[in-house]
Each structure stands twice: as C-alpha cells, then as structure tokens.
C-alpha cells in the first residue's frame, strides 16, 4: 500500500494512477478509482484517505 505522500509524487510523474483508494484504517473499505491530482484533493476534502493499493 502506498501513503498519500507516495502516491502525490508519483502523480507528478503520472497523469493518471488505478487503484483503491483506502478509506479505512484497516483496509477494509476503500474505494475503486483512475486517481489523477484533481480528484486525489477532492477525496481528500470529503474522507479520510489512508493511502492507496495499486492495480
């Protein structure tokens, strides 16, 4: 799994990452999603983001 802080410097370099979204401490709930920078900030704003699983 990769932290937020990963996944914010591998869009830098990446236009798009897929993937789940981790919502959930335990990662048990997440959420299935092509992640660009605009929509990593808009899931930011609105949950809480433990990180992020790479398809």
């Known amino acids: 799994m990769l ?3 990963q996944v914010k ?4 370099r990446q236009r798009v990452l897929y993937g789940r979204l981790v919502t ?3 990662g048990a709930e997440w959420i299935r999603v ?3 920078r605009a929509q ?3 899931y930011m704003d ?3 983001c433990y ?3 790479q398809d």
């Open 40 to 42: 990593l900030e808009y």
């Open 51 to 53: 990180g992020f699983i």
């Open 46 to 48: 609105r949950v809480t």
């Open 34 to 36: 092509g992640l660009t």
């Open 9 to 12: 410097a591998r869009l830098r």
């Open 24 to 26: 959930s401490p335990d």
């Open 3 to 5: 932290t937020i802080k």
